[in-house]
């Protein structure tokens, strides 16, 4: 009985020094460097030959999978797009919008919103169709969700990812990554539509020059002369016609890979498309503050589709010398919407 029980310990111990065994097996195996992987992946790789690598004498051996590509395993042209997005086109965007916001803050400390000089009128001026407004906020809400999930895209991970943990910071670059990749043709095609609708009145004049040299009549009270745009707002249009859609040209280029561009087109296209975009952001900060906090009565427009004819008068005398025998009172707007003309893409016809 004893001799069975002698013999069972044995066995069990010899079983535990065998598990003991192959735990530290596996635990070594973990362990193994680096350096140790790379001599088992690939053998007899020595300087000479990742200096023939690295200098693009290739061969089938070396040539990647891409398709229609000649590069090799070390990609210069890669570094080098990396080193410009990260040391010259994110901290200068980053600077341009700060800064731009910085300057428009102080700016109101300082000067503060422009007021009306004169009472309102009560009587009102047709500006926009119900047409151009749902276009152009449709536009706009559109810009600010791309600026919003691009700069995530670009900056959040320095910001989200400390403060929210790896879990939210990975919904949240990919709901960005989703929402500008399918959000972006669509504001590319609506912008386009928008720019043509508009391009008559933001045809640049003569007056357009002295808008610019009197700064808009922002300081003083000085009234420059305008059409039916400024010149503020002609440039803002020409921005957008010809920086938004070279930054909606690359886009499509990004979005759509499937054109047999090469990886060189997707890098500049990828630069390109950062730095309008950036530039594009910062200035709508100063075009968002002047139609809205900046400026007294310049929302109204976009909102109701009528101007007051004191605002008409001091910010764009020319188009209301043109439109101002087309003024309603109060009662008569309501009237006009009531029987649904205020949507109709022609200004409505005076009554008194």
């Given amino acids: 009985m004893n001799h069975n029980k002698t013999g069972l310990w044995r066995w069990l111990c010899v079983m535990l020094v065998l598990l003991a065994s192959l735990g530290m097996a596996s635990l070594a195996s973990a362990q193994s460097t680096s350096e ?18 690295r200098s693009g004498e290739t061969d089938a051996n070396f040539r990647d999978t891409r398709f229609d590509s000649n590069y090799n395993l070390v990609n210069s042209s890669g570094e080098t797009w990396r080193q410009w997005r990260n040391r010259w086109v994110s901290p200068f965007g980053l600077i341009a919008i700060g800064g731009m916001a910085a300057a428009i803050a102080l700016f109101y400390i300082i000067v503060g919103r422009k007021y009306l000089e004169e009472p309102r009128t009560g009587r009102k001026l047709f500006r926009w169709s119900l047409l151009m407004r749902s276009l152009h906020w449709t536009v706009a809400s559109l810009f600010i969700v791309l600026a919003l999930t691009g700069l995530n895209l670009l900056f959040g991970k320095f910001v989200f990812r400390s403060l929210l943990g790896d879990g939210a910071w990975a919904w949240m670059v990919s709901t960005s990554k989703v929402l500008h990749n ?14 043509i609708s508009l391009i008559k009145e933001n045809m640049p004049k003569k007056q357009d020059l002295e808008w610019f040299k009197k700064g808009g009549g922002l300081f003083g009270k000085e009234h420059v002369d305008a059409g039916f745009c400024n010149g503020g707002e002609k440039a803002w249009y020409w921005l957008l016609a010809s920086v938004g859609l070279l930054v909606v040209a690359s886009g499509f280029v990004l979005d ?5 561009q090469g990886r060189d087109t997707m890098q500049w296209a990828n630069l390109i498309h950062a730095v309008g975009a950036l530039g594009l952001t910062a200035v709508s900060i100063g075009h968002i503050y002047i139609g809205t906090l900046g400026t007294e009565g310049a929302l109204e427009g976009m909102t109701t589709g009528y101007v007051d004819e004191t605002w008409a008068k001091e910010h764009h005398n020319l188009w209301y010398e043109e439109v101002k025998d087309q003024a309603l009172t109060e009662d008569e707007v309501a009237a006009q919407k009531s029987a649904g003309s205020a949507g109709t893409d022609s200004a409505p016809s005076s009554s008194g």
Avoid: C, H, K, S
């Fill in 36 to 53: 140790t992987e790379m001599v088992t992946a690939a053998p007899g790789i020595d300087a000479d030959q990742w200096r023939q690598v």
């Fill in 182 to 195: 399918y959000l972006g043709p669509i504001f590319g095609v609506l912008l386009v539509i928008l720019l």
């Fill in 256 to 260: 759509f890979p499937n054109f047999n």
